[in-house]
Structures are given as structure tokens and as C-alpha cells.
């Protein structure tokens, strides 16, 4: 292949120049490191990857692996093609026809092609370099000699008379074959290092890379469930709503029905009425005493067979509302209970306080669901489970397996701290308040900071609004423990992630007017 056609060959489709640092997709096309990773950082806001070449989509983004071989072609094509025309250096001792060089020598400063070097490497043992024009730099300005040594005091590169009679001289110098051989040293130990981090680095990618795969298929995975859910429960709640509207309507056509019923017997016995009725107004109007004397009384005994009395509220029937109440609710519970184990939801947990464990400035409720700030001391009796050195409670409800929520209510503007702890905790000194030893983990507020403990090591936290209301949920397996705020909408505070290895109790801490309540 003629040199130009392996150069066209050499080209990267993105930045459209020669290789550098190449790398491979799956598709098989080769990009430079950088312009393929920017490429891909582009594309990752609309989360579709693709090639720049073929446009082979890829669901994730793409693992990115080095192309060895066509580094070592691009590396061989640069050494022998763009630097004799870049440089332009012709052999010196070619007069007649320039013949381009392919060696510089330091000691002779003059530039050969490969005949004259041949028989300049069979004679001497001189330093030679890739072609240049320029030997200025290798040149001390002050004595116009050829830079040998290297001055460790001024990292300065000398020339001889430098070192002899010159304002280095005295001075520690080194060759500058030993200077290259240590900088090279320092060089390859860099190297190690980077290579090693780059090896680290790769890693890390990778993982997260897994790491966001596994959340996209939980999420996914999440969503399919979810929506299931909400199809069966549309499905669930168009059935119960037919047959609800279908109930109202039966029971008012059976009311109707009746009451049309009683409305046409008492239109019969109104018609039945006011024939009598008319028939008594033309006794009353007769002057003949005989006829008005013969007619039977008995004709107007008989008011009619229905007891208008009765009838006014429809005999006593009536739409039945509280029968449809009754069945809508014990539909419904049995549709979102049905619900809640297909999705494996959690119920809230019923907690009480400890009222043995409450220090002596801590009231608890008649119903062990609240506690508040005492200053008064309560005297309480002495048992081995009451703390004695902050004013914190803990909860009678034990947790040692499965899945778990609750909520608390804090006060505002004081100071609380709620969280979990295990029994074993200590019950006096410094380490036995809440969050500060390594059986407990809490958040504790103060004035208007909001912070997460365990073991003594806080984390601030920055919450939108005010905390008022909180949200517990405990996954004892997976060793989380998280707090949500209660709000519109609900915002995460903190999770934290250990290996529980006791059983757990609710925790908390009120100070300084401060309070909690326990919702159900």
C-alpha cells in the first residue's frame, strides 16, 4: 500500500486527522481516545449511544478498548512519514541531489541520509538524534560549546567551561546521560503510576457503569410492577364501581317500584273518594226527606283500603345508603389489601415507648405514644434500663427481621434527635446519648441544623423546609435505615447502610422544650 493510501487509512472520523491513542467500539470502528469519549459525553444527555461512523446504537455506553496493533501501525507510519516533511532536513554532505536525513549527528552537527550514516556509524561513536536544523539549543550561549553536563544545583544545563572555569564551577553536576537515565527513572515510576490509576480508573468506570445498569433494571423492573399494579387496580376499581352504581340503581328501581305501586292504589281510592264525596254534597243538597232518609250510611263507611298515614314516607322504604357505605369500604380495604402484598408494601409499625428507659426529664403519654422535655426531675425508680445522662426513651417495639415504617412528629424549633439504637447501648456517660456511640444512628436537630450521627461522625444535611413530620423505614436484612420528610412532596433526608447484628429499638432525645409523637 502506497504511503498515502496508509494514511488516509490512519484517519479518525471524528477530529479527521491521524490517530492518537486509538481505540475500538464493538462495531469494529477505531476513534482517537479523546475524540470518541467526548462524542459519547455529548450523546449521554439524550442517554443514546451510538457510533459516529455506522451509527450502531448501543443500550449503555460502550466499553471502550485500546487497538493495540493499530497503535503500533500509527506510532510506525509518524516516525517515517511527517517528520522528514515537517523538518526538511536534507543530508549534508548530498550536494548534488538533497537527499532527505534520517539522523542528526550532536558531535559532528551535520545532518546525514542513511548512505552517509552507514559509513559515519562504522567509524565513530557519536550521539545522534532524529534530523534538525537547529542545534541552537544545544549550544551554551556563553561559551558557544556543545551543553554536556547537567548542574544539580541550578538545574542548569553546561557546557564544560561552565563546570572548569565558569559560574558553575564547583557545583555538583551529573552527565547527561546519568541526568536522562534519573529523569527517565522518575519517568517510568510516574508511568507506573498513572498506568496504575488509569487501571483503577477503568475499574471504577466499569463498576459504576454495572452499578447504573443494575439500578436501570430495578427501576425498569419497578416500573412493570407498578404499572401492573395500577391496571389491575383500575380494572379492580371499574368492577366495584359497576357494581356499586349498579346496587344504587336496583335498589332505587325496587323503591320506585313499590312507591308506584302505593301511587296508583291511592289514586284509586282518591277517584273512589270524591265519588262518595260528590254523591254526599247531592244528599246534602236534596229538599226530598224520603230519599235522603233511605240512603244506606253503610255506602260511606269504607274510606278506602290504603292507610294514607302510612304511605307518606313510601311505606317505610327508603334508599339504604349506609348499606352501600358498608359494602364500598369493604371492597375497597380488600382491593388496596390485595394491592399491598402483590407489591410487597409495608405496613406502619405499632410503636410504644419504654417508660422504664426514660430518663428522669422525659414525660411520657398515658398512651406511651409521646414524649416531651421535662425540667422538673420526675424521680423515677431506679432500674438498670433508665439512661441517667441525657433525656432520651427508647421503644418498647423490638426489631430484629423484615421490613418496617413508621412516622414522628417533632417539634419545630427545639431540640429532638430520633433514630434507633440497640438495647446494649450504655445506659450512663458520654457514649450512652444517641448516635454518639456505635450501637445507635440518629438525626438530630438543632436550633436550625439538621444533622445525621453514628459513632460521633455527623453529616449535615440541608432540607428544603422545616422538618415537621418524619417518615422511619428500617430494612433489617439489607441493613438500611432511612428518614424521609413528610412533605408535598416527600423528600429523602438520609439513609444509613450497616450490618445490624442485634436487635433494634425506636430512639429518641428531647431537650430544651422539645417533643416527639409516635403517629399510627
Not at 293 to 311: H, N
Not at 411 to 430: D, H, I, L, N
Request: net charge negative; glycine share 4%.
Amino acid at each position: 500500500m502506497a504511503s498515502s493510501d496508509l494514511g488516509a487509512e490512519l484517519y479518525c472520523a471524528v477530529c479527521l486527522d491521524t490517530y492518537t491513542d486509538p481505540v475500538s467500539l464493538r462495531c469494529g470502528h477505531n476513534f482517537c481516545r479523546v475524540c470518541i469519549v467526548s462524542a459519547l459525553d455529548t450523546q449521554e444527555r439524550d442517554e443514546v449511544y451510538s457510533c459516529p461512523e455506522c451509527r450502531a446504537e448501543y443500550q449503555e455506553r460502550p466499553l471502550l478498548e485500546k487497538n493495540r496493533k493499530l497503535c503500533n501501525i500509527v506510532e510506525s507510519f509518524l516516525s517515517s512519514q511527517p517528520e522528514q516533511k515537517e523538518t526538511k532536513v536534507f543530508c549534508t554532505y548530498c550536494l548534488e541531489s538533497p537527499v532527505p536525513a534520517v539522523k542528526t549527528c550532536l558531535q559532528c552537527e551535520t545532518s546525514m541520509c542513511q548512505d552517509h550514516l552507514s559509513a559515519h556509524n562504522k567509524s565513530v561513536d557519536h550521539v545522534l538524534i532524529d534530523p534538525t536544523s537547529s542545534l541552537d539549543h544545544r549550544i551554551c550561549q556563553v561559551h558557544k560549546q556543545r551543553l554536556e553536563y547537567h548542574c544539580c544545583e541550578d538545574d542548569a544545563y553546561i557546557c564544560v567551561y561552565c563546570f572548569a572555569i565558569g559560574s558553575h564551577k564547583g557545583h555538583q553536576v551529573e552527565s547527561l546521560d546519568e541526568a536522562m537515565n534519573t529523569k527517565k527513572k522518575g519517568l517510568r515510576e510516574q508511568l507506573e503510576k498513572l498506568s496504575s490509576k488509569a487501571g483503577e480508573t477503568e475499574t471504577s468506570v466499569r463498576c459504576l457503569q454495572d452499578h447504573k445498569r443494575k439500578v436501570q433494571e430495578t427501576a425498569a423492573d419497578v416500573t412493570e410492577r407498578v404499572t401492573v399494579l395500577f391496571k389491575d387496580l383500575r380494572k379492580q376499581l371499574e368492577d366495584l364501581e359497576t357494581r356499586v352504581l349498579g346496587e344504587i340503581s336496583r335498589q332505587e328501581e325496587d323503591i320506585s317500584l313499590d312507591i308506584s305501586d302505593l301511587i296508583q292504589e291511592l289514586d284509586t281510592q282518591r277517584d273512589d273518594l270524591t265519588r262518595k264525596m260528590r254523591h254526599i254534597e247531592e244528599l246534602c243538597d236534596m229538599t226530598d226527606p224520603l230519599t235522603v232518609l233511605q240512603c244506606q250510611e253503610s255506602d260511606f263507611d269504607d274510606l278506602g283500603k290504603v292507610d294514607v298515614a302510612t304511605t307518606k314516607g313510601g311505606d317505610g322504604k327508603n334508599y339504604d345508603e349506609g348499606l352501600m357505605t358498608v359494602k364500598l369500604h369493604t371492597a375497597l380495604s380488600e382491593i388496596f389489601t390485595g394491592a399491598r402484598k402483590g407489591f410487597n408494601t409495608v405496613e406502619a409499625a405499632d410503636l410504644s415507648l419504654d417508660i422504664n428507659t426514660a430518663s428522669n426529664n422525659v414525660t411520657v403519654s398515658g398512651d406511651l405514644k409521646s414524649a416531651s422535655w421535662e425540667q422538673v426531675h420526675l424521680s423515677r425508680q431506679e432500674v438498670p434500663e433508665r439512661f441517667t445522662s441525657y433525656c432520651q426513651v427508647l421503644s418498647t417495639t423490638v426489631f430484629c427481621k423484615g421490613q418496617h415504617y413508621w412516622e414522628v412528629e417533632v417539634s419545630r424549633c427545639s431540640f429532638w434527635m430520633v433514630g434507633m439504637a440497640y438495647a446494649s447501648m450504655p445506659r450512663k456517660g458520654m457514649e450512652s446519648k444517641v448516635g454518639r456511640n456505635k450501637k445507635s444512628w440518629c438525626l438530630n436537630k438543632v436550633d436550625r441544623c439538621l444533622v445525621s450521627i453514628h459513632d460521633s461522625l455527623s453529616t449535615l444535611l440541608c432540607p428544603q423546609s422545616p422538618v415537621c413530620r418524619i417518615g422511619v423505614y428500617l430494612d433489617y436484612e439489607a441493613g438500611r435505615l432511612s428518614f424521609y420528610q413528610l412533605c408535598d412532596p416527600i423528600r429523602h433526608l438520609h439513609t444509613f447502610t450497616s450490618t445490624f447484628t442485634e436487635p433494634l429499638h425506636a430512639a429518641f432525645v428531647v431537650w430544651k422544650d422539645g417533643w416527639i409523637k409516635i403517629k399510627s
